[in-house]
């Protein structure tokens, strides 16, 4: 219960199941090509902005190779960002023209993707930007791109946010009632006053109205919680909790977002795109800590994934093709199981299964502290071959001669190959005995 009396109600059994989700961020400012808050960076109005809007046209569009990327790749679920702070719609909301049917490109773009990515299983979810740089009666506050120009700030001294908080109601209305069953939504975000300007939060937002309208038009939806009031998912972005996150003191369900490469729009230039093994320890560390991971591609102009993204969904789909087990329906071991220095547990409470993520391989003997006798059998994931194990303390022999290695007789010992096992990262799949 939260300090509201408000219980989160959204369907979190297939959520935390499925750990592993599609965020995709695309809008006009795929043509510039440097950031998706290009705009605020570059204090942009909306005319300098316009000539997006009058070029975007992403004629190699493909949702059904964007949906078989992302299945390929293991993911579960998808979010996309189906207006971000730019403002630019990506449906037909009957409540704006500035939409995607009104650019050279003329369709629908939301429709077809939900369509092709619920064709391939994975669940669909929407991300929705509470700020709105482009919307006539959004007011400035500290995030506001035009909030150093002093004319702009005084001439929208007249707007009415009021008229703001209807447009985004209806197009939360729209969204939700027009699209079919949506698993997740992400809002974005609650901002706080800072350097003399305003910020924008529960009340701006009318937050608590806002949730009753989404629970009443998808009760079963995960909603996030950065409309400043408790939501289903806790989302912290761009780094990793040391530990399963808390709220008041107890474990909630969470989700880290990250990037390839630091943008989340689709950016050119930029070069510190993440490797193959580091995405999956990511994956792994999350999964160890009790949470989901939510994966974002900026796809072009041209409406195709970036080739860098294609080859790090790639890399990662071919270690999930062999190891998906020890990340779907897993979550954090119990806390009995000390994990070993350079690895990760994950843990089954359904098959009682604790797979051993092996991300430094320390040649050929593995020692887990307080094993002993907990473990029926132990095998490589990547290709089932047996782990030999000793169990407790280490038999001296005379050639051995007497010393201590300081191997307690608690010790379970697995016996690995000298050589990491061509994969990414090597699991070890263990078998409990029943307890
Ligand atoms: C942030 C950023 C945004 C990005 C989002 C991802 O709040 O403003 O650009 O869309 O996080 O969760």
């Known amino acids: 219960m939260n300090q509201k009396g408000m219980e989160p109600v959204g369907d979190s059994k297939w959520f935390t199941e499925a750990r592993f989700g599609m965020y995709i961020h695309w809008g006009l400012y795929s043509l510039g090509a440097r950031h998706e808050w290009m705009r605020g960076r570059e204090f942009l109005s909306n005319e300098q902005y316009e000539k997006y809007f009058k070029r975007f046209d ?26 971000h702070h730019e403002g630019f719609c990506l449906w037909d909301s009957k409540l704006t023209d500035y939409k995607v049917t009104n650019t050279p490109y003329g369709k629908d773009l939301l429709r077809p993707m939900l369509d092709a990515f619920r064709g391939k299983g994975i669940r669909a979810g929407l991300y929705y930007s509470l700020l709105d740089w482009h919307h006539s009666q959004y007011t400035v506050d500290v995030k506001h791109p035009q909030r150093y120009d002093a004319a702009f700030v005084e001439q929208s001294k007249q707007r009415d946010f009021s008229k703001y908080v209807d447009y985004l109601f209806g197009q939360t209305r729209e969204l939700l009632s027009e699209f079919g069953d949506i698993d997740v939504l992400f809002y974005d975000f609650s901002i706080a006053a800072e350097e003399g300007f305003p910020g924008k939060g529960k009340e701006a937002w009318q937050s608590e109205k806002l949730v009753k309208l989404i629970r009443e038009l998808q009760p ?29 003191g107890r474990r909630v ?40 991971l939510l994966l974002n591609v900026g796809p072009t102009g041209r409406g195709e994934f970036d080739e860098r993204a294609v080859d790090r969904l790639k890399g990662m789909g071919g270690w999930m093709r062999r190891h ?72 001296l022999t005379m050639e051995a001669g007497a010393f201590d290695e300081g191997r307690p007789a608690n010790t379970l010992t697995l016996q690995l190959p000298v050589k990491k096992p061509n994969v990414a990262v090597p699991v070890i799949e263990l078998f409990l005995r029943d307890q």
């Open 58 to 83: 992403p004629d190699l569009y493909d949702p059904e190779l964007w949906a078989q990327l992302a299945s390929d790749a293991g993911m579960k679920y998808m979010v996309v960002t189906t207006k």
């Open 220 to 248: 079963r939806i995960m909603l996030n919680d950065r409309l400043q009031v408790p939501g289903d998912i806790t989302t912290p972005e761009q780094y990793q909790p040391r530990e399963w996150i808390k709220v008041n």
């Open 253 to 292: 369900v969470w989700e880290a977002c990250h990037t390839f490469s630091g943008s989340w729009g689709y950016y050119r230039d930029e070069e510190s795109w993440k490797s193959v093994d580091m995405l999956l320890q990511m994956l792994i560390d999350t999964v160890a800590k009790g949470g989901n």
């Open 324 to 395: 998906s087990r020890s990340i779907y329906g897993c979550t954090a071991a119990p806390e009995a199981f000390e994990c070993p220095p350079d690895c990760r547990f994950t843990y089954n409470p359904d098959t009682n299964r604790l797979y051993l993520h092996v991300f430094a391989w320390p040649f050929k003997q593995l020692h887990l502290s307080n094993f002993s006798g907990r473990v029926e059998y132990a095998q490589l994931l990547n290709d089932a071959s047996e782990i030999r194990m000793v169990e407790g303390e280490k038999k």
